[in-house]
């Protein structure tokens, strides 16, 4: 309910995955009646569909300009703490929201704990790159961390992207702002040596001019700058774009190019929209919560969902308990 | 001498600002008979020219491969060490670099000293927008930062973006992970408070996503954070271009309209380049430095010569100074 673009999108998108996906049921959280109509409209000729989807009472909402803290501490029966009860009570398997992301996490932390050892529950997000996607972790739940809070991430994000690129050992890489050892803020270079000394498949720091070439699966980051680092990229896409349609409606010959070049366009737009990867996991928590944008669109809706069965049934959270396990024996 | 392209690129630049810009007068460094050969060859017709280029000898280069504190303590014959002996000297007024940064700037601090109350000189960058260029600081050259760096990279490219873009009041925000008052990291929230009581025009926090948009003149940030940015920018920028380029070679009918777009494409490029925007100015040296990308062309190194010397002819060490002064009484 709490997305910008309403709860068409989430409909959209929770019929679109059941369409796609074998033996996913989705339960759609918030006022019934106003819910019950909707999928009503949506569903059109897909009845058959209506046998996974199913509407679940939740009075309140918490809206985007709502404090995460208060938020989760006096709307009790809004949409996102019902769902994670849903979890915590066995009657779902993961959460898939587009509200309120600072309220999303403080209710996920608050109905479910966190996972055995993580000190600090944070959120991954894939970034495209020019060869497979890249997993950045934290991207804004942690702005003040300590090394061994981006020591976790490294375990928590390398588990995920292996379990769900399907990867055998994902390399991970440290952002710094210079290649050599010792480069680096104070956070850095103290997070360097604890990861040199694991058993992750450490590579070394990367640059902020690597992230998008694709040689490495995993980077490491505090959520200050993992979330400028997001941020920036989005603002850079958008206005590239912008620069780049304003020169070609400069002339005639230009824009009958544009006419030529606009499915490569498309191809190109799939290829760098965030959308197609499916929100952001949100890592460390005792069960299974997907982060979207709150601007998100029915196709992010429906590949966040997609992402988080696969976390479900490739038991993600065991294998990140069972890394920090066995890395700290 | 010491940038990744040779001193070709130093003397084809040096040409070109002569040729555009009346009353400049530059000095090659670098060692004599080479360079005096190199110039020769690139003059070609323009023998005129000559009577404002000259070279000044200098024995030793710094390489991008050694380390900034050891080689400006033993390579004291070298060209970057010598450019600031000009200064400090009164023989020039800036110096010019698109070699080793980080010697650069230890070179500077070395020979010129700081100007008076700053405790930490930094590199600023202008990024492109979609309206004026937006000038971010520190781009580098301090990656573990106080609050009070952080106000004094606000004064200090407040100065030199108003004088060097003929602002009234430039508009100062400081990079953040929320617009609202209280959102950042540590080291923002104690900023913000700064910026706020100070006389500068401070416009609150700015995400990521508003670095591109150009509604703020001047953004402030610590060097760790502000290098991200500009390099996660620079790799986004390549791949974004290398992934299109795939996209367009897919079809017959696309590329044919990347034939009529070519034109468009390249303008759209000069307004991202960041050789368009003339290096990084390094501020709070007493004295005049601009540190250019090691992989700096022609252009860029023309385009930097030019703002050294509009820094030198608005006289922003003063303004600095000044401003410095004013908003501490």
Chains 1, 2 share one sequence.
Not at 74 to 80: H, N, Q, R, W
Not at 241 to 270: D, V
Request: proline share 3%.
């Amino acid at each position: 309910m709490g997305g910008d673009r309403g709860s068409e999108m989430a409909i959209q998108g929770a019929l679109a995955a059941v369409r796609d996906t074998k033996g996913l049921e989705v339960i759609l959280i918030g006022p019934r009646t106003i819910l019950e109509q909707q999928l009503v409209e949506h569903v059109a000729g897909n009845i058959e569909f209506l046998e996974r989807i199913s509407v679940h009472h939740a009075s309140e909402v918490i809206t985007m300009d709502d404090s995460p803290v208060d938020a989760v501490r006096k709307k009790k029966e809004a949409t996102i703490m019902v769902g994670f009860d849903l979890v915590k009570n066995g009657l779902a398997d993961a959460v898939v929201s587009a509200g309120n992301s600072g309220a999303t996490m403080a209710a996920a932390v608050r109905k479910l704990g966190r996972l055995p050892g993580i000190s600090r529950p944070g959120l991954a997000s894939f970034f495209p790159t020019l060869k497979k996607p890249v997993m950045l972790m934290d991207i804004g739940a942690n702005v003040d961390c300590r090394p061994q809070h981006l020591y976790q991430f490294a375990v928590m994000a390398s588990s995920c992207s292996r379990l769900l690129l399907n990867l055998d050992q994902p390399r991970i890489g440290l952002l710094s702002i210079g290649e050599e050892t010792g480069k680096g803020n104070a956070l850095v270079k103290e997070t360097y040596d604890l990861l040199k000394q694991s058993p992750l498949n450490f590579i070394g720091n990367v640059e902020g001019r690597d992230v998008y070439k694709g040689d490495v699966d995993v980077i490491v980051c505090d959520g200050f700058v993992g979330n400028i680092s997001l941020k920036i990229s989005e603002g850079l896409a958008d206005a590239a774009m912008q620069m780049l349609k304003r020169e070609i409606m400069k002339t005639w010959r230009a824009k009958l190019g544009y006419l030529l070049i606009r499915e490569a366009l498309k191809g190109f737009k799939k290829q760098v929209d965030y959308a197609e990867y499916g929100g952001a996991p949100l890592l460390g928590i005792d069960g299974t919560g997907i982060i979207c944008h709150g601007s998100s669109n029915a196709t992010a809706i429906r590949n966040a969902i997609e992402v988080a069965a696969n976390m479900v049934r490739n038991r993600v959270n065991e294998a990140i308990v069972q890394a920090l396990g066995e890395y700290a024996a």
